[in-house]
């Protein structure tokens, strides 16, 4: 879901990036990598969050199998 949700992101930053880069004034380039930059640090601290919330629900999902084995 989180992957997801990027690339509709990026979707709609689209018009927005290709409008700065084309600009070729160099403050809004640097604008524009800085927004994509910022990006892709948001979306990797969601999919490491996502990641250690679906290792957690797996760990506790396999401990409780076992104490309902026993």
Known sequence: M???MALSDL????G???ELM???????VAL???LALAHLTETS??????DVIQAAEEQGATA???????
């Open 11 to 14: 979707e709609q930053l689209e």
């Open 32 to 34: 524009a990598f800085r």
């Open 45 to 50: 601290k969601q999919l490491q969050m996502a």
């Open 64 to 70: 409780f199998k076992s104490v309902s084995h026993q």
């Open 22 to 28: 084309q600009s070729k004034d160099p403050e809004s």
């Open 2 to 4: 989180v992957a997801l």
């Open 16 to 18: 927005t990036w290709m």
